[in-house]
């Protein structure tokens, strides 16, 4: 049946502007009418005319509505193939993420996010491709696919890291080959103003954060007293694609536990350039306190809450990407230590186990 639609439908969408330019010339041809110069005459060819021409533009218009409907779909089945839906529990972490594409001829962005329980720990990747769209589908396919295999083999954040780091060359080198069939050689920064923040996240069975950040906003922590605040303050690595990596260990950040019940946000920078008509900057922290005073506070009310205060400032229009990935700590209590007061991140090499 499938087979028989695709030639009927592509007939049809030759006929018929044959048929309106048939009538148009079997008019002016043949009917009398046509061959007087009389003002009503005049009148009525022209009315032939401009109902003909109406009615092409009418067809072409629909073929190209038909055609974005269908970009469309296409670009929502990619995204769901590629930024999955992510389950609401990963080992005793409650989780929920959304995705905002600044492209509005395309549900995808350049933003990406996973959650994977490992043997060890739960590991977060969240990233952001330069641009957005269809462009950026590529990019994000080569990390989140070598995330997703890494992850389970890599035993610390430092090798994890340089896995990405590389699979992003390969695929940069490969698209330029692509691009440029003609060059005959592949450069060793073919894309050089390419590049992608990228935010490591580990959390361990005792709910301590191990942290690698190549230029990526730091997440935000909602503890129990109902305050918000910078998960940390060192300084990240540059991002990924126009510098190595340096040679020597990287030092991971030890950001302390996350503690029952308590929270982590983690976005793109997409949250916090919003801005309004005014041209005022859309203040995440506000949003974040807003939601911390709903009833129940869930990482699904919790990102509900801040969507709907980011679409409501940007007019329902935000002109970048945005991704928003809530982990909120459902453990049992016994499983995780109190925490110290006034804790901080700080840089060390990864723990023991």
Not at 129 to 146: D, E, F, I, K, M
Not at 155 to 174: F, K, N
Not at 227 to 232: D, F, I, K, P, T
Not at 322 to 329: G, I, M
Request: hydrophobic letters at 40%.
């Amino acid at each position: 049946m499938f087979g028989i639609r695709r030639p009927l439908r592509r007939a049809l969408s030759l006929g018929l502007p044959t048929a309106w330019g048939a009538v148009a010339i079997a008019y002016k041809l043949a009917c009398p009418l046509a061959q007087q110069d009389g003002w009503g005459a005049r009148i009525v060819t022209s009315f032939v005319f401009f109902a003909v021409g109406t009615g092409l533009i009418l067809h072409v218009r629909q073929r190209l509505l038909r055609e974005l409907r269908q970009a469309r779909r296409i670009a929502t089945a990619a995204q769901n193939v590629l930024l999955r839906p992510l389950p609401p529990h990963v080992d005793g972490l409650g989780v929920a993420a959304a995705q905002l594409s600044a492209d509005r001829g395309a549900t995808v962005g350049g933003d990406l996010y996973e959650v994977i329980a490992t043997e060890h720990g739960v590991r977060v990747v969240m990233g952001d491709v330069r641009g957005h769209g269809l462009p950026a589908l590529g990019t994000v396919a080569a990390l989140l696919g070598s995330f997703r295999e890494a992850a389970h083999d890599e035993p610390d954040l430092d090798r994890l890291l340089r896995r990405l780091d590389r699979a992003l060359a390969r695929h940069l080198r490969e698209r330029h080959r692509e691009e440029h069939p003609t060059s005959g050689r592949t450069p060793d920064a073919p894309v050089a103003e390419e590049f992608v923040t990228l935010l490591l996240l580990e959390i361990g069975r005792d709910g301590e954060i191990t942290a690698l950040n190549c230029g990526h906003p730091w997440p935000y922590l909602l503890s129990r007293g109902r305050a918000v605040r910078s998960l940390a303050r060192a300084d990240p690595l540059p991002p990924l694609g126009p510098f190595p990596l340096p040679t020597g260990p990287l030092p991971a950040t030890r950001c302390g536990p996350l503690l029952p019940a308590e929270a982590l946000v983690l976005y793109t920078d997409g949250a916090e350039d919003a801005r309004d008509a005014r041209g005022r900057f859309f203040s995440l922290t506000a949003a974040l306190e807003k939601a911390l005073h709903d009833h129940p506070v869930s990482p699904q009310q919790i990102l509900r809450t801040v969507q709907s205060s980011l679409l409501r400032h940007t007019g329902g229009h935000p002109t970048d990407d945005v991704a928003l990935l809530v982990l909120e700590n459902a453990r049992p209590r016994r499983l995780t230590p109190s925490a110290p007061p006034g804790r901080r991140c700080t840089r060390g090499s990864r723990r023991p186990g």
